[in-house]
């Protein structure tokens, strides 16, 4: 019999499917190494999904006939810019473009509409400098860490999701949905520290948008990084 998870209400995107980043990083731990994770329909919430492996080492999640996402390891060659200073990011974070008119307000990483502390937070702005550059703080709250004070894995991989939709979309930003996320964790990180999530824009193709996507501590150090690419809804 396959293994099942469920992906709790919690941690939506829009209102009734799974945040892309949290789903992704629930695939992703059934995988040694980085990992490219590809989202094929929106995942359902609250629902029984049936997890297998497969023969080349990747995994498959089904809600029952239906493919759900896929995974499989992966490389990264992410040439990742110097990672602002906490200054740097909080002055960005003023320049936030969706307090108002959000898509998914109740989004679990970016939705204002949260209640505080139980989604991310993550409201990222331009950073002053640094064209094409996206940046904000990011303090988990403790109910999304382990028994040790580390971020859970799957939480990471939720905040290397959304930053990465603004700087792809940048000053056209629109209805998109996650597709596939290639992403890699260098180390664990603590939960008691501020930390610095930052984007920028890869490349695009007809509804196609990429993005890169990575966190720092507030010394600079990279501790996670993925490349993502967004589907523009169609009008």
Wanted: hydrophobic fraction near 40%.
């Amino acid at each position: 019999m396959p293994a099942q998870i469920t992906i709790p209400a919690r941690f939506n995107g829009p209102p009734t499917s799974g945040n892309g980043g949290y789903s992704c990083g629930v695939l992703a731990a059934h995988i040694r190494g980085p990992a490219r994770i590809r989202l094929h329909v929106p995942p359902p919430l609250d629902t029984a999904l049936a997890i297998t492996g497969t023969a080349t080492g990747g995994v498959e999640l089904h809600h029952g006939d239906t493919l759900v996402g896929t995974g499989e390891p992966a490389s990264l060659d992410l040439q990742i810019p110097e990672p602002p200073s906490i200054g740097a990011a909080l002055t960005a974070m003023q320049g936030y473009p969706c307090y108002r008119n959000h898509v998914f307000p109740t989004c679990f990483v970016c939705g204002p509409e949260r209640a505080l502390h139980d989604g991310l937070e993550l409201f990222p702005g331009p950073l002053s400098g640094r064209d094409g550059v996206w940046a904000c703080l990011w303090q988990p709250a403790a109910d999304l860490l382990d028994e040790c004070g580390l971020i859970r894995a799957e939480i990471v991989w939720a905040a290397l999701d959304c930053p990465g939709y603004f700087a792809a979309l940048g000053d056209r930003l629109r209805p998109a949905l996650l597709g596939e996320l290639l992403g890699e964790l260098y180390m664990p990180v603590a939960g008691d520290q501020p930390l610095i999530v930052f984007s920028w824009p890869l490349a695009e193709e007809g509804r196609k948008f990429y993005a890169g996507t990575a966190i720092a501590t507030g010394a600079g150090e990279i501790v996670a990084s993925a490349r993502s690419i967004w589907v523009a809804l169609r009008h």
